[in-house]
């Protein structure tokens, strides 16, 4: 990982000029009624800049850095190094900036509503941790979610962004409470996580995969749930719905995804696939083709939060 870059520190971004960005919609009335609402959603390609403030959301953003790595700098914790893989956290007063070191791909989702607050008031959201390891791709996965529906006002949209949204912030909050390397147990909760990125499309008995850790397949679903939130076997789960993500992204029909993640049945993949997205993976894939029209045609649309 590189350095933060030469004489920048946390007394030098505290003397930085701030700006306030307000540059956001007007939620719909349905949207101030449950409370929760995305703002926007984007993606983009961008190159080092020279600009040398901070800036205010005025809303919440989570924006993975999609390839790439740079320097994000905020006025609580200072300049901070991210790579690709990781999400950068915005909060609504908190001033903040993120620059490439040469360039990188971004993608992004913003929102905003006194739900917002609640959860992050509750802990699900933290300027202690700015920086989350987003091994569920939770804001990739939302970004394709949403791009279908984002300019819909019926009831059924609304409430589907809602659910879009806690369930991306609910996969940030997991990520981020895993402790560092100190605790032992938490130690070996993430070498299982990274096992099971890494061999999730074979099969994965939760007490074959137990064993392998030298545990009871009791004390490993505790031990696993109280660290990510999950049982073994949802995560197994997820995983294997992030990679037939990328391999429909990348044009693989259903089945062919079905099988490369895992999966002999597809009907029972297509079944998966909906539980864990909320959506079959038809949809998914119109939705990654109109998000690709959009960005083809509207560039405007997409600059960054």
Not at 41 to 57: D, Q, T, Y
Not at 159 to 186: C, E, W
Not at 235 to 264: N, Q, T
Not at 283 to 288: M, N, Q, T
Request: charged letters at 25%; aromatic letters at 8%.
């Amino acid at each position: 990982m590189a350095k933060t870059p030469r004489h920048m520190d946390k007394s030098t971004t505290e003397r930085l000029p701030v700006y306030r960005s307000e540059a956001f919609r007007t939620p719909f009335a349905a949207e101030r009624e449950i409370g929760l609402w995305a703002d926007r959603i984007g993606e983009a390609v961008n190159s080092a800049s020279g600009a040398e403030s901070l800036r205010v959301l005025g809303l919440y953003g989570a924006v993975q850095v999609v390839k790439g790595q740079g320097t994000f700098i905020t006025h609580t914790r200072g300049p901070l190094r991210v790579r690709a893989g990781e999400v950068m956290l915005l909060f609504p007063d908190e001033p903040h900036r993120y620059t490439p070191d040469r360039g990188w791909r971004t993608r992004w989702v913003v929102w905003g509503g006194p739900e917002a607050d609640i959860l992050r008031r509750s802990g699900y959201l933290s300027l202690r941790t700015p920086v989350v390891h987003d091994r569920l791709e939770a804001v990739s996965h939302a970004y394709n979610e949403l791009a279908p529906v984002m300019a819909r006002e019926d009831l059924g949209a609304v409430l589907f962004r809602k659910q879009v949204l806690l369930r991306m912030i609910l996969d940030l909050y997991t990520a981020s409470r895993v402790p560092g390397p100190a605790d032992r147990r938490a130690e070996d909760v993430r070498r299982a996580m990274q096992y099971i990125e890494e061999h999730c499309t074979r099969p994965l008995p939760v007490p074959k995969l137990a064993s392998h850790f030298s545990m009871s397949g009791t004390h490993f679903r505790r031990l696993f749930r109280h660290y990510t939130g999950r049982t073994p076997s949802h995560y197994i789960s997820s995983m294997r719905i992030s990679r037939a993500k990328r391999c429909l992204a990348e044009g693989m029909s259903i089945k062919a995804a079905s099988a490369a993640v895992g999966y002999d049945d597809t009907f029972y993949f297509m079944r998966v696939f909906k539980r864990e997205t909320g959506i079959p993976p038809g949809a998914f894939v119109k939705g990654l083709q109109i998000s690709q029209a959009v960005a083809g045609g509207e560039e405007g649309q997409l600059m960054p939060p």
